[in-house]
């Protein structure tokens, strides 16, 4: 699906920051058939910006880890960037909410303005308000982003803070397995979600984040071919039931990614 613009608190954009740039380009080329074109360093410190994209439709981006990161030792990851439509009057909500601006609002040329606010417990995301680069110009189609979540430690803290950082609205409901799901929001559009943080993987002292699931055509067909490449299966495809089948992955480098297969249209926020 072509997208022309966003909804305030739409996951608009999805960045990858890893260790071997050219080594995920080739990954992602091969798993999803992406396109690349590659932009020289900006302000931030990447060696060179890549957009990925699909007959000249963006869709995500990849970049190097700045020399900070490589000296904190950051490990491949996702950035998740939600649109709004003032940067600067969101960022300033988030300490007033409990969270806090990791990056205060700036401005990226002529492409828009970004910050990056952290929630009461701990998870990170970029806010984006569109100038020339709306963000993914292609959504819900195979290879592209299908849906974003929050893993935290507190849902209830964090529902609090985005529900007051974007205003928007949210809906709970109980899943198969006795845990509660959130959706925020924008009238009966579903914008993004959050949930408590699996046991599992709070065991291996993964922090609350946001992570993306690529949508595609098979979540089966998809797991096996990135196994094929070196990829790891954190979790083998099975089926939600109202949702689809979903499946997640950790690319060569490390960065992780959710696969879905949507059982409907549930998850096209337009």
Known sequence: MKVDSYAQGTPCWVELGTSDQEAAKAFYSEL???????HPMDEHGHDHYSMANRDGLNIAAIYTHH???RMADTPPHRDIILSVEDVDATAARAAGLGGAVVEQ???VGGSGRIAVVADPTGGAVGLW???AHIGAQLQHEHGTIGWCELLTTDPEAAIRFYTGLLNVE????DMPDGNRYTVYMSGEIPLA???AMPEEVRRMNIPPHWSVYFQVDSVDETVAKASALAATIAMQPMDIPSVGRLGFV??????????LTPESDWA???
């Not at 999803?32 to 590659?38: I, L, N, P, Q």
Request: net charge negative; proline share 6%; aromatic share 12%.
């Open 170 to 173: 949210s809906e709970t409901a």
């Open 250 to 259: 950790l690319d060569p480098q490390g960065a992780g990614f959710g696969l």
């Open 268 to 270: 096209e926020s337009g």
């Open 105 to 107: 609002p700036q401005n």
């Open 67 to 69: 020399e900070g990161m």
């Open 193 to 195: 979600g959050t949930m």
């Open 32 to 38: 999803f058939g992406w396109s690349y074109a590659d």
């Open 129 to 131: 308000q569109a100038g």
